[in-house]
């Protein structure tokens, strides 16, 4: 980490704790654990696998934060019956309640089917931390009431370092470096990833645990740069001055690095998320006039692109960066066909058991620690059904639509519209990967949107009252 991005996180840091003083010590701990997660996770894996192979135990490393993760929550319960006043504030959401109830239908379906240990602990890791972390975010910032900007600068310089990261693996570093750092294909990570096994198609990962999970992290800064500099320009309209210009420079820079970068990982379903999530943060953001434009671009583009692909189906860049599928050196069965046949076996184990599901972690990432096979789908959502059936995804849904409602609402807050136009483009990605499934993305994401959601909230009972 670079000594200007160390000092900036140190200084929102000290700025938050320091509000902290006359909180009680449970609320400390809270305030400590959630600012540990948000800022460490965009580097937890290149943390936990060097750590972890050259230190160990590599489980450990790796389960860190869900250990943290499980000690917050216990503390959330217990200053529930401390602070009265804090637990009917959250009760009276609609999205507490339904992730109550989201929560404890795992339980009841594990006491119901069950599932080995291994499986069923990241199963119940990779579906209640998303919740579970947007419940203690909120009730940091119950207590907490930071400046929007530190809580922007909370995202966007660890994102930075990310970014800058994986423009030297584009650009300068060997494409094996991560090797050195304790990454190994089939033990740990892999420490390059490629388009159909071609050593020239890289696709770059940076601290991050894949290309995919990467792409997926950069829409929210991505879509948050973009509106600082729809924010600058605001301000030039009013004032015409070479300041508000210069100010547009750092987030215009950072955006087109963050754009390099999204390219390096050739994840599709990162571009779909992005471009959909751009164009939902315009589509508010702009007036009448604009927003037609902006459609008539749109299909315009559609048209165009769908067009030029039809026409270059044949080339190297078509075949290897949009498809995936070079049929010349490339395996008779690609991502694509295998996208296909996930979703079709999904479908099946959800028609099979439509009300209970198979239990956590007999689906997605957790079944490759399932004795019984792994169930990839391909698609958070279908994955959820797989495990707690229709209802527990009908639950899952319900919870999104809220809190981007409640996103939506808050519209005037350039990180909130952020938050809102990111999860249009994330619940998109969701189709196609296991977006919510990346430990990164969950963490931060729903630990932002918790505690913009509950700043707001206070500061609304505040002026009412």
């Keep these: 980490m670079s000594p200007r991005a160390l000092y900036c996180i140190i200084t929102v840091v000290k700025n938050l704790l320091s509000q902290l003083k006359k909180q009680s010590l449970l609320v400390r701990i809270l305030a400590i654990g959630w600012l540990t997660l948000i800022v460490l996770l965009p580097f937890h894996a290149f943390i936990s696998t060097w750590g972890g192979t050259s230190i160990g135990p590599l489980n450990l490393w790796k389960a860190w934060k869900e250990i943290l993760l499980s000690i917050l929550v216990v503390i959330v319960i217990a200053q529930s019956f401390v602070d009265v006043e804090m637990f009917k504030f959250f009760w009276k959401s609609w999205i507490t309640r339904l992730i109550v109830f ?74 094996d470096l991560l090797s050195h750092f304790g990454y190994k294909e089939g033990v740990t990570i892999a420490p390059f990833n490629t388009i159909d096994q071609q050593i020239d198609q890289l696709r770059i990962m940076s601290t991050l645990r894949g290309p995919n999970p990467l792409g997926a992290y950069l829409i929210l800064p991505g879509i948050l740069l973009l509106g600082l500099i729809i924010s600058v320009i605001d301000r030039f309209k009013k004032e015409s001055g070479k300041k508000s210009f210069k100010n547009a420079i750092v987030p215009a820079s950072l955006l087109l690095g963050m754009l390099i970068v999204l390219y390096g990982s050739h994840s599709r379903s990162a571009w779909l998320g992005f471009v959909v999530s751009g164009g939902v943060y315009l589509m508010v953001k702009l007036s009448t006039k604009w927003r037609l434009i902006l459609v008539s671009i749109g299909l315009v583009g559609l048209v165009v692109g769908a067009l030029g692909l039809y026409q270059l189906r044949d080339t190297s860049f078509v075949q290897n960066v949009i498809l995936h599928d070079n049929p010349e050196v490339g395996p008779a069965q690609t991502s694509n066909s295998d996208h296909t046949l996930a979703i079709k076996n999904a479908l099946g184990d959800i028609k099979q058991d439509p009300l209970t599901g198979c239990a956590p972690g007999c689906a997605g990432p957790a ?83 918790g505690a913009v959601l509950v700043s707001a909230r206070t500061s609304d009972n505040k002026k009412r009252s």
């Design 367 to 449: 079944s490759f620690y399932d004795p019984d096979g792994v169930k990839l789908s391909e698609n958070y959502y279908l994955q959820v059904a797989q495990e707690v059936g229709v209802v527990g995804l009908g639950l899952f849904i319900a919870i999104n639509i809220l809190v981007g409602i409640q996103l939506f609402k808050r519209r005037q807050d350039v990180l909130a519209l952020a938050l809102f136009a990111s999860l249009i483009g994330l619940s998109i990605a969701n189709l196609l990967l296991h977006v919510w499934a990346d430990d990164t993305l969950a963490y931060i994401w729903w630990g932002l949107a």
């Design 102 to 175: 989201y929560g404890l239908l795992h339980v009841l379906v594990t006491l119901i089917i069950g599932n080995q240990a291994s499986p069923l602990a990241f199963g119940l890791a990779i579906n209640l931390r998303i919740v579970s972390m947007f419940l203690v975010g909120g009730v940091v910032f119950y207590y907490l009431k930071p400046d929007k900007k530190e809580l922007m600068k909370l995202l966007i310089v660890p994102a930075v370092l990310v970014i800058l990261f994986g423009l030297l693996q584009m650009f300068i570093l060997p494409y």
